[in-house]
């Protein structure tokens, strides 16, 4: 396969910690990944500051496929919005196929007086002088700008708790420090939801989960009605500057990857789905909306980098 796989091993880089949903799903991929270019794919965590280290160290590789980011616009787009001392932006990645998708879901403490999305709207407008508090894996993270753009449809007050990772918020949110967060809807938050840790009191998806029927998706509520369907996404990246033809080909290969049903198999282990395959104009169109989507929500949220 050209200049994509002529330098030997391919690394797979995961800008997250081993056992988390990007690691999963690197791995998930590795193996037919390594079957379809005859080469050996290795699997990388460099871990940090909101997964930039890792996407810093793709892009600072030859820009020939032999080194792919298993990343999300966390990385790749709010990064740089929120990290001054950063020295990429979101053009210096070029997507190349998407692997993995779930709808977003909001989960309040299992003890607040709210079972619903309207329940809780209606909670927040009653405590309006002593406001709920909602927790984010950080300030301008994707979550954070979500949850305020949910605030604002469902015309509520409430405090932002702005925490260093998911794992701190979540062991507060089941413990009643915090009220509500917004997170994927996955197989782990899926279990303690199950377990009675957390309730789940709405679905961002455009119709009901057949694992989870009982749970409404926010346009079946009267307050969020409108809000939209946004997604969690993570695709393959490699360096913008790519060429053109070696990025072609690798897209080719990555699409005849993730069509193995074995593959899949591995992929939605996690309780999200992969996307249907686009051509690479428009995975690059996906990519430049979310681009754009993604930076406007950010200066309405007022994020400023730090």
């Known amino acids: 396969m050209a200049q994509a796989t002529a330098g030997g091993t391919i690394t797979l880089v995961v800008p997250y910690p081993p056992g988390g949903v990007s690691d999963v799903l690197a791995r998930g991929v590795a193996p037919a990944l390594a079957d379809a270019v005859g080469r050996p794919v290795v699997v990388e965590n460099i871990t940090g500051a909101s997964g930039s280290i890792g996407a810093a160290r793709m892009l600072q590789g030859p820009p020939d496929g032999s080194r792919i980011l298993v990343g999300s616009a966390t990385e790749t ?3 740089p919005l929120t990290i001054k001392s950063l020295r990429y932006q979101a053009t210096d990645f070029r997507l190349l196929a998407l692997i993995y998708s779930a709808p977003m879901a909001l989960y309040a403490r299992p003890d607040l007086d709210a079972r619903s999305v309207d329940e809780l709207a209606a909670l927040a407008t009653r405590r309006a002088a002593r406001p709920l508090s909602y927790g984010s894996p950080g300030t301008g993270s994707l979550y954070h700008l979500e949850m305020e ?28 420090v915090i009220d509500f967060t917004l997170l994927p809807q996955d197989n782990v938050l899926g279990a303690m939801v199950d377990g009675g840790k957390l309730r789940m009191l709405g679905v961002t998806a455009d119709h009901r989960s057949a694992r989870r ?6 346009d079946e509520s009267l307050r969020a009605r409108g809000f939209g369907h946004p997604t969690v996404w993570v695709g393959l990246f490699v360096p913008q500057a790519m060429p053109d033809a070696s990025t072609a080909q690798l897209h080719r290969t990555l699409v005849q990857v ?49």
Do not use: C, W
């Open 258 to 306: 993730l069509a193995q049903s074995q593959t899949r198999l591995a992929l939605e282990a996690t309780g999200g789905t992969v996307p249907a395959a686009m051509n690479l104009v428009q995975v690059q169109a996906f990519y430049a909306q979310e681009v754009r989507s993604l930076q406007d929500m950010a200066r309405s949220a007022d994020v400023q980098p730090n």
């Open 77 to 79: 787009v709010l990064a």
């Open 149 to 176: 753009k949910l605030r604002t449809t469902l015309g509520i007050e409430a405090l932002h708790v702005p925490y260093r990772g998911g794992a701190p918020m979540l062991q507060d949110l089941m413990a009643g």
């Open 213 to 218: 029927a009982d749970v409404p998706t926010l």
